[in-house]
């Protein structure tokens, strides 16, 4: 599979690769069409009036799988959250996704995402397995959010 995330270990270091999916418009028909119902972490980003891409959301699909969390999570009508439902009414929404089976190598990846975006606030726990937690980004469409 192409959208995968690669794993390395070296004693109480871990260093994970994440091949990304190419950055695609929300659209709950292509959702359905092409994203996996499988098991990995997907991001959010809006494009705001200037053209830029804002990041707002990152999670690990797990029960229902990267179909179910992004369908989810890209429409207005099922989000729950009122201020990301707003940027999804106002702005376009984009999503990649990158596909991985292990919950506590997606749990250790977003812990990574959490600590790096929002490091006086992180909410999530790692895994306990490793003492050091690396990342790289791969992206054909060049967006390296680390």
């Known amino acids: 599979m192409r959208y995968t995330i690669k794993k ?10 994440i091949y990304w999916s190419h950055l695609t418009l929300a659209d709950k028909y292509s959702i359905i069409k092409s ?10 980003y809006y494009m705001d009036e200037k053209g830029k891409l804002n990041l ?22 099922l989000e729950d959250n ?3 439902r707003e940027l999804l009414e106002r702005y376009k929404c984009y999503y990649r996704f990158s596909i ?8 250790d990846i977003l ?30 469409d ?3 959010t680390i």
Do not use: C
Request: no cysteine; charged share 30%.
């Open 142 to 144: 060049k967006i390296v």
């Open 35 to 44: 994203v996996p119902s499988m098991s990995g972490i997907f991001e959010l």
């Open 56 to 77: 707002f959301h990152v999670q690990k699909a797990w029960y229902g799988g990267l179909r179910h969390s992004i369908r989810m999570r890209t429409d207005p009508e």
């Open 8 to 17: 390395v270990e070296d004693n109480r270091d871990v260093y994970f690769t």
């Open 100 to 107: 991985l089976e292990s919950y506590k190598d997606l749990t």
């Open 111 to 140: 812990y990574f995402f959490a600590a790096t975006y929002f490091p006086d606030r992180v909410t999530v726990d790692h895994s306990g397995r490793f003492d050091r937690i690396f990342v790289e980004e791969i992206s054909a």
């Open 82 to 84: 009122p201020e990301k």
